[in-house]
């Protein structure tokens, strides 16, 4: 065990000083009700990563529990079969609402950065601290093509590369 931890930490170091600097502008909302946050969300479109490559039907369920912490559960559909990764969330820093903390193993807690939010609460643009992760949420299973523009451009805006985003089937 002693051998598994020393190997984890190493990764994270040396991923830590392989990181490239931000290139975009990841600035979070500067308001979040985290109360209609909660709820399903459907993905819309993500940039590629490992942990859902190849997922189709992908759903992210936030509750709030009664200690203040989130229940995360993401579940999507991989060669036909149905798989669910539970883990749980936090706002570490009540001034900054915006900038959630999610973990899905034991302690190791990654950036879930609000970018943008729909004042009524039916589309997200989520990413983090690096450039690497990008996500479009919704609240039902298809955005209008009108707010997919808006939301696109302001992603370009922002630096993102919207070339790499991969759309989801649901």
């Not at 959630?100 to 302690?107: G, H």
Request: charged fraction near 25%; aromatic fraction near 12%.
């Amino acid at each position: 065990m002693k051998k598994i931890m020393l190997f984890l930490l190493s990764l994270m170091c040396l991923g830590g000083c392989a990181d490239e600097p931000v290139t975009v502008d990841n600035t979070t909302v500067r308001q979040l009700d985290l109360k209609r946050f909660m709820g399903r969300w459907y993905e819309i479109a993500r940039y590629d990563h490992k942990f859902e490559r190849g997922m189709t039907n992908v759903t992210a369920t936030y509750t709030l529990l009664d200690n203040g912490r989130i229940e995360v559960v993401n579940e999507g559909l991989k060669d036909g079969k149905r798989k669910t990764a539970n883990g749980k969330g936090k706002l570490p820093d009540a001034s900054e609402p915006g900038k959630l903390k999610v973990a899905f193993f034991l302690w190791f807690y990654a950036d879930y950065y609000v970018l943008d939010i729909a004042p009524d609460y039916s589309y997200a643009l989520v990413g983090s601290s690096s450039d690497k992760y990008l996500w479009i949420m919704s609240r039902t299973k298809a955005l209008p093509q009108s707010v997919l523009t808006g939301l696109l451009d302001n992603l370009r805006r922002r630096g993102y590369d919207t070339t790499k985003l991969i759309w989801v089937r649901q």
